[in-house]
């Protein structure tokens, strides 16, 4: 291969599993919002990508997913959020961010497993206050009842408190309803190019590591392009998120793939994990 096509995500949360990824010989970085990179990736115009992970089940082709690095968390992920103007038990109808397809699973799971909520899902572009059902309040602006919210946008252009006193953190929420991780986004390849994208995956490995130990410079050097105060950007990436697909980021992946499956999200597919451990040495 002359030369391989990574598709990552064009937020603050993507800076430490890409940051010295773009002079790289023989790579090329394309950039997409994630609901769009499993069709670069199906369609041949990535060769890895940072899938969705409803998307890696949900897709037509058998995706395998590198333990080369993940965007997840732990507890509050900050940056996946559902707002609303009525308690979060009483919602009936969520405008939800075309951005993301594994947000909008996550939030369907977590409202009816914590809520025994069903409500209407409505597409919404958040960058342009978009989409079907949509009123004027009296200030002229155009408000829903609910949204959910996924990326910088949660913090550079963040919807007025005074407007949604209730909020949902999903990856919260996760943690307490289930004790694991959430996984969102993971590098993944079609499965039947896992030999020969190995050693590209090792790359995303190292970078991953190398950026761990110098967090404050992905973090100013990223931050202010991104609309994040220096601190709050700080925060987010070096407590909220993680970025290690390791066991336990496995068995969340899993949970929530059995679930998505048995509330018909999604098929009933085990995910296929490579562990780069059994391939490629790793520093200590």
């Not at 993301?100 to 597409?123: E, M």
């Not at 989409?131 to 913090?155: N, Q, R």
């Not at 490995?205 to 601190?231: E, K, Q």
């Amino acid at each position: 291969m002359s030369r391989v096509r990574i598709g990552i995500v064009e937020y603050l949360n993507t800076a430490p599993l890409v940051e010295g990824l773009g002079n790289t010989a023989g790579l090329e970085l394309v950039r997409a919002v994630p609901s769009r990179l499993i069709d670069l990736l199906l369609d041949g115009r990535v060769d890895i990508g940072l899938i969705s992970l409803i998307d890696t089940a949900r897709s037509r082709e058998s995706l395998s997913i590198f333990s080369a690095g993940m965007i997840g968390c732990d507890g509050p992920t900050l940056t996946v959020r559902l707002f609303s103007s009525t308690p979060i038990e009483q919602i009936t109808r969520i405008h939800a961010d075309t951005d993301s397809h594994t947000s909008v699973c996550l939030a369907k799971i977590l409202l009816d497993r914590l809520y025994g909520r069903n409500p209407q899902f409505l597409d919404y572009d958040a960058r342009e206050r978009a989409g079907d059902g949509l009123h004027d309040t009296d200030s002229g602006e155009i408000w829903p009842e609910a949204m959910l919210l996924i990326g910088d946008k949660v913090v550079s252009d963040c919807p007025p408190a005074v407007r949604y006193p209730h909020q949902l953190d999903l990856g919260e929420a996760w943690r307490r309803f289930t004790g694991l991780p959430f996984v969102y986004a993971a590098w993944a390849c079609r499965t039947d190019r896992v030999s020969e994208l190995l050693p590209w995956a090792a790359l995303l490995d190292r970078t991953r590591r190398r950026n761990r130990m110098r967090a404050d410079h992905v973090v100013t050097t990223h931050a202010p392009s991104h609309g994040w105060p220096i601190d709050l950007a700080g925060a987010y990436l070096g407590h909220h998120l993680r970025f290690d697909f390791d066991d336990r980021a496995a068995e969340g992946a899993r949970s929530f793939l059995r679930l998505a499956s048995e509330s018909g999200l999604a098929p009933q597919k085990e995910p296929k994990i490579v562990d780069l451990a059994d391939f490629v040495p790793t520093p200590g």
